[in-house]
């Protein structure tokens, strides 16, 4: 456990007036429209400005029309899920995010389903559940599930197919962080009367972005099971082209390949290189398995260019309580997980793409001109966990009492690291 002299000092008056940028407005969106509630999500990101916080209550958002995407331009807020059971969401598609403002997405679970029926109409027309394109801001996503939809079998005389969706596509984005979530690739659904390929979704598709996953789990789709003309092909775990990508403690794994003829199916790489430079920390990376001809397919880490180096160095991670807010004057917790005896320092900071640091191993995850700390220092015990306990979430001055921050760790003891980080996202007492 952390030493107990350990102290908790958010912002100081002078801090404050870095983070002012932070503060927005909070917004109440329930299934039921009820207490005070907006019962759809599309309504209310409509209404929300740049930098607000949706606090997001348990229910199914299928909007007015189940098939259609809840789209968001031009803006940065803050879903959270703010109560006990699940949140499910179908597809969510941002664009625009402004420079300087993220976007965050924490404890959602995006499902595949009736939401998803009817999209369907083709090849590869289904589109991923979560997207991002052309957004000067960064995206940040946290314990989330995000399951890409399956290929459409049509009916009729002649069925058409689909390819599995992707989970998570972000293209030409400022800065990516995942932390603390699964995505799978949806899988290809195949036609024995047409006879085209079916590909597995990837799960994580990342195009001209600074990205950084950690503690997270990422599986390719598999592909469609029937004869197919050409060879289908597993969907990738991680798949990054033009991008710089930092991946600690997680898995990658490719999607697996089924189906037989002549042209047999290739398993999905668990990393998909294109001309990128990538660094890999105490990571699983495999492949998919070829249940048709052992072994064919993409390799492990698949690189077309670029750079690949790994360590051995153990991750670490920092989360603030469960998948929710923190409200002012209630109490809440920070869990920190790493090896027996580091020495660790929590810092704070508003969000910014992810910037390998050359003096720590690993990334910085908020911006550099505009952080706080240190607000904690301990040493973590012999069980590798340690749970601060706060009483009470500091009250902060009028106008600053709604934020979202980051909190991210380092671990100061033997070769300087940087740890994974976490969302603070602090409420009044009356949300």
């Given at each position: 456990m952390f030493r107990k002299s350990i102290t908790f000092v958010l912002c100081s008056a002078a801090a404050l007036a870095s983070l002012e940028d932070a503060c927005a407005g909070v917004v109440v969106v329930d299934p039921q429209g009820m207490p005070n509630g907006r019962a759809l999500l599309q309504a209310a990101l409509n209404g929300a400005a740049d930098g607000d916080v949706l606090l997001v209550r348990a229910g199914t958002?299928?909007?007015?029309?189940?098939?259609?995407?809840?789209?968001?331009?031009?803006?940065?807020?803050?879903?959270?899920?703010?109560?006990?059971?699940?949140?499910?969401?179908?597809?969510?598609?941002?664009?625009?995010?402004?420079?300087?403002?993220?976007?965050?997405?924490?404890?959602?679970?995006?499902?595949?389903?009736?939401?998803?029926?009817?999209?369907?109409?083709?090849?590869?027309?289904i589109p991923p559940m979560l997207s991002v394109q052309s957004s000067p801001g960064t995206v940040w996503i946290e314990d989330c599930e995000v399951r890409g939809a399956p290929g459409f079998l049509s009916g009729g005389f002649f069925p058409l197919h689909s390819h599995g969706a992707g989970a998570i596509d972000v293209r030409q984005t400022g800065g990516l962080t995942i932390a603390r979530t699964s995505a799978y690739g949806g899988a290809g659904i195949g036609s024995s009367v047409s006879k085209q390929i079916s590909n597995g979704g990837t799960a994580l598709s990342v195009d001209g972005v600074d990205t950084y996953v950690v503690s997270s789990f990422l599986e390719g789709g598999p592909t469609g099971s029937s004869l197919t003309v050409n060879a289908p092909v597993g969907g990738h775990g991680l798949r990054a082209q033009g991008s710089t990508l930092t991946v600690h403690g997680s898995g990658l794994v490719g999607g697996d390949a089924f189906?037989?003829?002549?042209?047999?199916?290739?398993?999905?790489?668990?990393?998909?290189?294109?001309?990128?430079?990538?660094?890999?920390?105490?990571?699983?990376?495999?492949?998919?398995?070829?249940?048709?001809v052992p072994g064919g397919g993409h390799t492990a880490i698949t690189n077309l260019g670029g750079t690949v180096s790994t360590s051995s160095t153990p991750s670490r991670d920092v989360e603030v309580s469960s998948p929710g807010p923190v409200r002012t004057g209630k109490p809440f917790a920070i869990f920190l997980y790493g090896e027996p005896g580091d020495v660790v320092v929590l810092f704070a900071g508003l969000p910014a793409a992810p910037l390998a640091s050359p003096a720590?191993?690993?990334?910085?995850?908020?911006?550099?001109?505009?952080?706080?700390?240190?607000?904690?220092?301990?040493?973590?015990?012999?069980?590798?966990?340690?749970?601060?306990?706060?009483?009470?979430?500091?009250?902060?001055?009028?106008?600053?009492?709604?934020?979202?921050?980051?909190?991210?760790?380092?671990?100061?003891?033997?070769?300087?690291?940087?740890?994974?980080?976490?969302?603070?996202?602090?409420?009044?007492?009356?949300?």
């Open positions: 958002y299928t909007e007015m029309l189940p098939t259609a995407p809840v789209t968001v331009s031009g803006k940065g807020v803050t879903l959270i899920k703010d109560s006990a059971g699940p949140v499910f969401l179908g597809h969510l598609a941002i664009s625009n995010v402004p420079a300087g403002s993220t976007f965050v997405v924490r404890g959602f679970r995006f499902q595949e389903g009736p939401i998803t029926v009817g999209l369907g109409l083709g090849i590869g027309s189906g037989s003829n002549a042209f047999p199916p290739l398993a999905g790489a668990g990393l998909f290189l294109v001309n990128d430079a990538a660094t890999l920390r105490d990571d699983v990376v495999v492949a998919g398995t070829n249940w048709i720590f191993e690993g990334a910085f995850v908020f911006g550099l001109s505009a952080f706080v700390g240190p607000i904690a220092v301990g040493a973590i015990g012999g069980s590798g966990q340690s749970i601060l306990q706060f009483p009470a979430a500091p009250a902060l001055p009028a106008g600053l009492d709604e934020m979202t921050l980051v909190i991210q760790a380092a671990v100061a003891s033997g070769a300087p690291t940087l740890a994974g980080a976490s969302m603070f996202v602090q409420v009044g007492p009356n949300f």
